[in-house]
């Protein structure tokens, strides 16, 4: 079995399952993305944790399930919302947004569905 490319980090706070995950401010860190400029480099899997200082999973590769935060069809490039959850990249005219990857398959807000991890930036 191939799990793809799955680190584990130390936790900025608390981070659900099937979100988003970018970078704190200290080295090493994760934190649950909260905007899509969020340095976002992966989503966690199956399990969370409830506070700082605990160590996460983080899926940086692969085709992974994640919680939607609203309306997404498959071939959509997706970004995070205020709740980590995988919203449509809409950046405006000029501005910069980071990417977990892209849609492969349509949803709703509250679906877990599922992403093809490639964490990138996208320009508008």
Do not use: W
């Amino acid at each position: 079995m191939d799990l793809g490319l799955i680190k584990n980090f130390t936790s900025a706070g608390a981070i659900a399952k099937y979100r988003i995950v970018a970078t704190d401010a200290t080295s090493g860190v994760v934190k649950q993305a909260t905007t899509a400029t969020d340095k976002i480099i992966g989503c966690t899997g199956v399990a969370g944790v409830d506070a700082a200082d605990k160590r996460i999973d983080v899926c940086m590769d692969d085709i992974r399930a994640i919680e939607y935060g609203g309306d997404v069809e498959f071939g959509d490039l997706l970004t995070s919302d205020a709740q980590g959850r995988a919203v449509v990249a809409a950046p405006a005219a000029g501005a910069n947004v980071r990417i977990v990857g892209t849609a492969m398959e349509d949803g709703a807000l509250g679906v877990i569905g599922k992403v093809h991890v490639i964490p990138s930036s996208l320009q508008g």
